[in-house]
């Protein structure tokens, strides 16, 4: 994009204004536009920020401690085919998606690539981005982001209606949406309520008070191990199935005399990597655009600490498109790791829109469905479909993928199954078949 053309003109607040000329751009340009978080993974932030403008024109590359997301959005949102990179955890991650939201007149949304800075990354690892950045060439990393595919992800929304509309609001303020009598936040990864966000909740105080003690990932994966442990003995979650109720699809759930722990997920990676849901036994895999979160529950800090170590499962619930949770006493809570105090409340807990994410190419699944993903974009540019056709073919496409890579199909069978659905389609939809379209 170093050749991309930019001039500035005085608007009507006297502030210059920069714009993009997309007519520089060769048609199979595909432009990038990242953004890094400079504080996350200690050093790295800044020291990507200074590769990457090495990489690519300085005007692609965005640190979010000093500009504000929405006005690189707007300014690159008339590029066709434009990609997005973001440099973080997943709480940028989210950011980023929130920024995208909240821009309607950007349509359709540019898909979202991660690179993993930090701890956690658990949404980077559903995603085959990996868990963190090992000082990789930057030169390669923006070819896999080049050669990534696209893939849905649901975005879900969390009310909270306060028992006592009186009290002060504990949740994450940065997260806050306002409706009358009632709190909204939005998750990507996972809910919890109990002993894994008690832990979340101390690392998070023990932070925020003695930040000098927080200097590197692995000293902070060994405090963040203390703290869980001290709930071994303390069981502060105990007897959880008496003051919280799960409604699940409008059906009452009963939970385990054990439980210390209930967590609703989204995606199949918990805590940096732990896999919380296994198909079978009357239960569907997990997925993460299937417009239904898995509820497991857990039995303690131990049993937590068992999965980290992949020596024992979470205890599986259900799977459910709507879920409310009834809380008669205050418990820890926390979405995608970000805790606090919750008082006695009622939560619903629903879809609320799906984000087009980026997911790393390692096999021909992916790149069929990177094929496919170009096809349809120029057939709908070319006005052959229209872009609900579009998006309705990949949709179903995203999610067949996602299907036959948890059970574990071969490449050749799964790029098969995708051949044949865009033959299908196409041919019902425009008369044509794949072959006409190279």
Request: hydrophobic share 35%.
């Amino acid at each position: 994009m170093r050749k991309i053309s930019r001039h500035t003109a005085n608007g009507g607040d006297n502030h210059p204004i920069i714009s993009i000329d997309p007519s520089f751009l060769p048609d199979d340009a595909s432009p990038l536009l990242v953004f890094v978080n400079s504080r996350s993974g200690g050093q790295l932030g800044g020291y990507l920020t200074s590769q990457l403008k090495q990489n690519l024109n300085p005007l692609q590359v965005v640190d979010l401690h000093k500009t504000d997301p929405k006005f690189a959005l707007r300014l690159f949102s008339n590029l066709p085919k434009l990609r997005i990179m973001v440099c973080g955890g997943d709480g940028t991650v989210a950011w980023i998606l929130q920024a995208l939201e909240e821009l309607v007149e950007i349509d359709p949304k540019p898909p979202v690539g991660i690179l993993p800075l930090g701890t956690g990354n658990d949404l980077a690892r559903v995603l085959g981005w990996g868990g963190g950045y090992y000082n990789d060439l930057v030169s390669e990393l923006l070819v896999q982001i080049q050669e990534a595919h696209p893939a849905v992800l649901d975005r879900w929304e969390v009310g909270i209606i306060p028992a006592d509309p009186e009290g002060p609001p504990p949740s994450p303020k940065k997260r806050r949406r306002h409706r009358p009598g009632t709190e909204t936040l939005v998750f990507q990864n996972y809910l919890g309520i109990g002993v894994d966000a008690q832990a979340a909740l101390r690392f998070h105080r023990t932070r925020n008070i003695r930040p000098h003690l927080f200097f590197s990932a692995t000293t902070n994966k060994i405090l963040y191990g203390l703290f869980g442990a001290r709930d071994f003995v303390e069981h502060s979650c105990a007897g959880m199935n008496q003051h919280v109720h799960v409604i699940a699809d409008g059906v009452r759930r009963d939970l385990p005399p054990e439980t210390e722990g209930i967590i609703l997920l989204n995606i199949n990676s918990f805590a940096g990597g732990v896999r919380m849901w296994e198909g079978g036994d009357g239960h569907g895999n997990s997925s993460m655009q299937d417009g239904m979160v898995d509820v497991v529950v857990v039995f303690g800090a131990l049993h937590l600490g068992q999965l980290n170590w992949g020596v024992d499962k979470p205890v599986r619930i259900c799977q459910a498109r709507d879920v409310k949770v009834i809380v008669e006493k205050g418990f820890p809570m926390h979405v995608d790791g970000e805790p606090w105090e919750q008082p006695a409340c009622t939560i619903d807990i629903k879809l609320r829109n799906k984000a087009l994410m980026l997911r790393r190419t390692a096999d021909a699944s992916g790149m069929t469905v990177k094929k496919m993903a170009d096809t349809l974009e120029w057939a709908r540019k070319h006005e052959i479909i229209s872009n609900d056709q579009r998006e309705m073919i990949m949709n179903e496409a995203y999610r067949r993928a996602e299907s036959d890579r948890s059970s574990g199909s071969q490449p050749h069978s799964r790029s098969a199954s995708l051949g044949n659905l865009f033959d299908r389609h196409m041919r019902a939809k425009s008369g044509s078949s794949i072959e006409d379209f190279y």
